[in-house]
C-alpha cells in the first residue's frame, strides 16, 4: 500500500469506529491482528472484534476528533493523535481524552494496532463523589509533583 492509500484507509476506519460499526472495523483488521490498549492485548481477528463489539456497547456516545498531528504516514506504519469526547453512560459529564493510534499495516490489512490514551485523566474526570475524587485527586497530584 501506497503512505496515501494506508492514510485513507486510517480515516475509513476512524469513520467506521466513530459509527460503532465493528463488522466494518473488522474487514481492516488482518486475521492475526494483534491489538493492544489499555484494556488488555487481543490477538486474532475474532478477539479483537470481540473487544470492539464490547467497547461500542460499553461507550455508545464516543467520539473521535482529529488532533496535534492528525494522521502521519511513514512506510507501512501510521499514527493518529485525536481526542476520545465521550459522555458518561448515565448521560451526565463530558470527557475529553487525549490518544494516539499507531497502525501497522501488512498486505493491506492492519497488522498491530496499540493505543496510547491519558488513563489517569480518565479517572480525573469519571470521579464522582467527593471520596472518589479526593482518592483520584491524591493519585494525580502525585503523579504531577513528582513533575515539578
Known sequence: ???????????EFV?????????KLASFLADDVVWA??????????????????????????????????ILVKGSKAIYEHVFDSTSLDGGASHDIPAVGVFEFK???????????DRLSVAKQAAKGWVA??????????????LR
Do not use: C
Not at 498486505?107 to 490514551?117: A, P, S, T
Open 1 to 11: 500500500m501506497s503512505e496515501e492509500e494506508i492514510k485513507s484507509a486510517v480515516r
Open 15 to 23: 469513520d467506521a469506529y466513530a459509527r460503532r460499526d465493528v463488522e
Open 37 to 70: 490498549q489499555s484494556e488488555g492485548t487481543f490477538k486474532g481477528k475474532e478477539e479483537a472484534k470481540r473487544f470492539l463489539t464490547w467497547e461500542a456497547k460499553n461507550t455508545p456516545g464516543l467520539r473521535l476528533r482529529d488532533a496535534g498531528l492528525g
Open 107 to 117: 498486505d493491506g490489512k492492519i497488522q498491530r494496532h496499540r493505543l496510547f490514551y
Open 133 to 146: 475524587r479526593n482518592v483520584v485527586g491524591a493519585v494525580v497530584n502525585g503523579f504531577e509533583k513528582g
